[in-house]
């Protein structure tokens, strides 16, 4: 039994190494790191999902317009890939350093989002003004305040 108790340990020390490096967790905590990889299953297994429906809807029309009926596949996983990689490291990120950031974010959210109903900054895509321009840089701000709001409500 104490020999299982040893072989167990030194297999742990390298493994926690691992562990820290790629799931950000420094301490022998099996239900953070438990957690940790089902988000990036979850999240894996609902890009999959994504990539797979943009596939299906898109390939005749990618193939007519671009010649090519993986173009909007390519672009899907690439944008997926990037995504999960930030995902990972943010994972790293120590979540309490937002807090004293908090109460800007929520506020310059707020401000980009009366800044679409200005005229000439907001602009008009589909029949409403969701978005900002910029240079040829456009997007809609209520994606940045999603992000706004999430850091926010913790700290009530």
Known sequence: ?????????????????????????????ERQKQVRLHSIDGDSGLDGIGIVMVYSTSAILAGDRFQDPYYFLERQALYAGIGLILMMLMMFFPYEALKRFAYPIFILSI????????????????GSMRWLKIQSFSFQPSEFAKLGLIIFWPTF
């Not at 401000?111 to 589909?126: E, K, N, Q, Y």
């Open 1 to 29: 039994m104490s020999k299982l108790k040893v072989q167990r340990k030194s297999k742990s020390k390298s493994q926690n190494f691992w562990d820290s490096v790629f799931l950000g967790i420094n301490r022998d905590d």
């Open 111 to 126: 401000l980009v989002l009366v800044a679409v109903l200005i005229p000439g900054i907001g602009h008009r895509a589909g």
